[in-house]
């Protein structure tokens, strides 16, 4: 007599709805990222007619009214820190797209504060993009 074979059971996890749950979260996640980075920082934007739409950059460096440096969304303690934390992200391979830097200095901040970031980023080896709004120039 010959031995039964069982009957494996067949397991189905339905996948059809994953695929538009990880897509959703990967929106999700881009769009909170890029305004996380903003967030808690009270910056008074410079304004001129001349100012061109950029494209988002991977890198954001904000100056506000006190003089308090941000990078990626975090307060730091000046250019050099700046410096250090912009040399551990970007390096000699790193293509030009990558080495985008959006810079947005406080309307209100003399250039003895912003210039020593400006240089810090230069060192670095950033493509710095300063960031304004398009309007008429606030005297």
Do not use: W
């Not at 967030?39 to 460096?61: H, M, W, Y």
């Not at 391979?93 to 003399?110: G, I, N, Y």
């Amino acid at each position: 007599m010959k031995p039964r074979r069982r009957k494996k059971a067949a397991i189905i996890v339905p996948v059809v709805s994953m695929g538009d749950i990880a897509f959703l979260l990967i929106i999700f996640f881009m769009l909170c990222s890029h305004f996380a980075k903003e967030a808690g920082q009270n910056i008074t934007p410079a304004r001129s007619e001349d100012i061109d739409n950029l494209k988002k950059a991977p890198i954001f460096v904000a100056i506000d009214e006190k003089g308090v440096v941000y990078f990626q969304g975090a307060a730091t303690g000046g250019a050099d820190e700046v410096e250090a934390l912009l040399s551990e992200v970007i390096d000699e391979d790193t293509p030009a797209e990558r080495r985008r830097v959006h810079l947005k200095v406080d309307a209100s901040v003399e250039p003895e504060v912003y210039k020593p970031v400006l240089e810090a980023l230069g060192k670095a080896g950033a493509s710095i993009e300063l960031v304004g709004e398009k309007g008429p120039r606030q005297e």
